[in-house]
């Protein structure tokens, strides 16, 4: 969780000092974001934030039932166990689940910080809201890459064929 975390805020940065370095300066970037950016970051946000929300337990619980609950991924934590006995069953799922919560979070956050914060015209406000927009964009990405993660080892098991 914490390399998540790290991970989007060192691209929430990166973000920032582009947005700068490509508006000529901190003055021009204050007002393009006011007079262009500032609405479409709040509704952006506000919709990946309530989507998430609504299929959070959705996404959790089909996972535990098509992939953690299966005799598959049981016989291979009991192998997994042999290496390392400290590996718990539902991680995975606790894993996904703390990550589709930090960016749940952070898009609301982000989202409500564009309508109040982002209201203010001085540096520190642009500097908070297009961060705090960065990273509820990574942590996104990084939810969709955990999802596809998940979803690309349980499609590999169910393809497999048994040995004739």
């Not at 709040?42 to 299929?55: A, D, I, N, R």
């Not at 959790?60 to 016989?75: G, H, L, R, S």
Request: net charge positive.
């Amino acid at each position: 969780m914490t390399r998540f975390v790290l991970l989007a805020l060192l691209f929430a940065t990166a973000v920032m000092a582009g947005v700068i370095y490509v508006s000529e300066g901190s003055e021009k970037a204050v007002i393009f974001y006011g007079n262009n950016v500032r609405a479409s970051l709040f509704t952006g946000l506000l919709t990946v934030g309530s989507f998430l929300l609504s299929m959070k337990v959705f996404i959790v619980v089909k996972f535990k039932e098509t992939v953690f609950d299966t005799e598959w991924y049981k016989k291979r934590l009991e192998d997994r166990r042999k290496i390392d006995p400290q590996i718990e069953h539902y991680a995975p799922v606790r894993n996904l689940s703390r990550v589709l919560f930090m960016a749940i979070a952070s898009a609301i956050v982000g989202s409500l910080s564009q309508v109040t914060i982002g209201l203010i015209p001085h540096v520190a406000a642009l500097t908070f809201c297009v961060v705090t927009a960065s990273f509820a964009g990574a942590m996104l990405v990084q939810t969709l890459l955990l999802v596809r993660r998940i979803l690309t080892e349980w499609l590999d098991h169910t393809e497999k064929k048994p040995a004739a």
